[in-house]
């Protein structure tokens, strides 16, 4: 960790069969963590016990939280927080960053 320097569009690549991830930090209530999903590839309400930040790196994705629905795009960052439920929609092929707090 921390000894090379990270391009995170090459980090990940996009599976038809899934969601390819890897995690940089993943310690007790912290984490960062790098996702590549296709398009129309949906996650199922979430809830996460710590505020969770959403950077989009390449693509675009909707993300609903408590009946608001937000399109991120390439350069986009929405903070949810902690005990918020939310919904993960892929409109077009994306890589996202979290950081869970």
Not at 26 to 52: H, W, Y
Not at 62 to 79: R, V
């Amino acid at each position: 960790m921390f000894k090379k320097i990270i391009n995170p569009k090459q980090e990940l690549e996009y599976r038809q069969d899934g969601i390819d991830n890897k995690y940089l930090i993943n310690e007790g209530n912290r984490a960062i963590g790098l996702f590549a999903m296709t398009k129309d590839q949906q996650v199922p309400a979430q809830l996460s016990m710590q505020d969770i930040c959403f950077y989009v790196i390449e693509g675009a994705l909707q993300i609903n939280a408590e009946e608001k629905t937000f399109l991120l795009e390439e350069g986009n960052l929405l903070l949810i927080p902690k005990s918020c439920a939310y919904t993960l929609k892929v409109i077009e092929n994306v890589k996202i960053l979290t950081v869970r707090l």
